[in-house]
Nanobody, 123 residues
Framework: QVQLVESGGGLVQAGGSLRLSCAAA????????MGWFRQAPGKEREFVAV????????SYVDSVKGRFTISRDHAKNMVYLRMNSLKPEDTAVYYC????????????????WGQGTQVTVSS
């Protein structure tokens, strides 16, 4: 089992930056690919980024490529999402999730979820 807790959300102006953090509790953190999803009001949850178990491969949704960076720290059991050049359309609740698959991009591929952290980007 893995327990996930996100932090780092907040209100930022367009063009600004935020770094989201996800703390994972459990001895098997390194056994999971870790992903970030987001859900805006009235919209379906959307895949944002994923990083493989060893951190060697990442994947992003096209809308955040070049602006967002996912990373992980095995020593600290942490996953991060660095978000630069934020846009109002990035406004959403961001969720951290853990999956036993290699590079999952669908939410049904994930086994564990955090409670989410709100990101609001003002224009």
């Amino acid at each position: 089992q893995v327990q996930l807790v996100e932090s780092g959300g907040g209100l930022v102006q367009a063009g600004g930056s935020l770094r989201l953090s996800c703390a994972a509790a459990g001895r098997t953190f390194s056994s999971y690919a870790m992903g970030w999803f987001r859900q805006a009001p009235g919209k379906e949850r959307e895949f944002v980024a994923v990083i493989t178990r060893n951190g060697g491969t990442t994947s992003y949704v096209d809308s955040v490529k070049g602006r967002f960076t996912i990373s992980r720290d095995h020593a600290k059991n942490m996953v991060y999402l660095r978000m630069n050049s934020l846009k109002p359309e990035d406004t959403a609740v961001y969720y951290c999730a853990a999956s036993g698959q290699w590079l999952p991009s669908k939410d049904r591929m994930y086994d564990y979820w955090g409670q989410g952290t709100q990101v609001t980007v003002s224009s």
